[in-house]
């Protein structure tokens, strides 16, 4: 049984057949984020894009309620790979985003900073305030 989910936590719902789900993890800090989207070679959006919740640098929190967040990436992948089909995996929003949002920046401003600095808030913020000049 699944615990209820916290403030700013969702969960996202894979089907049976979703064997590649489309989510580039990064370690940033202590947090198991969602950096990336990948893409089919014809440019079609896989499952975890085509969902339209989830965000970039959104926090893994857990799969099928396994906690996820205290393992690297390479062990959370695999946690996720041998989790049974349907797969819920739950996210919380990103923390780093909101903060970017709340000091006036636009979401593609604070994306760009965020992957500039590689997830770091005050260096992102930086960017995003160099970038407007």
Not at 91 to 106: A, P
Request: charge should be negative; proline fraction near 5%; charged fraction near 25%.
């Amino acid at each position: 049984m699944l615990k209820p989910a916290q403030p700013h936590e969702y969960d996202v719902e894979f089907p049976v057949d979703a064997v590649v789900l489309g989510l580039y993890l990064e370690k940033l800090d202590d947090d198991l984020c969602v950096t990336a989207f990948p893409r089919t070679p014809h440019g079609a959006m896989l499952e975890a894009e085509a969902s339209g919740v989830i965000g970039l640098f959104d926090t893994v929190v857990m799969a099928n309620g396994h906690p996820l967040g205290h393992y690297s990436v390479e062990r959370a992948l695999k946690m996720i790979q041998a989790q049974k089909r349907p797969l819920r995996i739950r996210f919380k929003q990103s923390q780093r985003v909101q903060t970017l949002l709340d000091m006036g920046f636009t979401i593609d401003q604070a994306l760009d900073g965020l992957r500039a600095a590689r997830g770091s808030i005050d260096a992102a913020a930086e960017h995003c305030f160099t970038s407007q000049t």
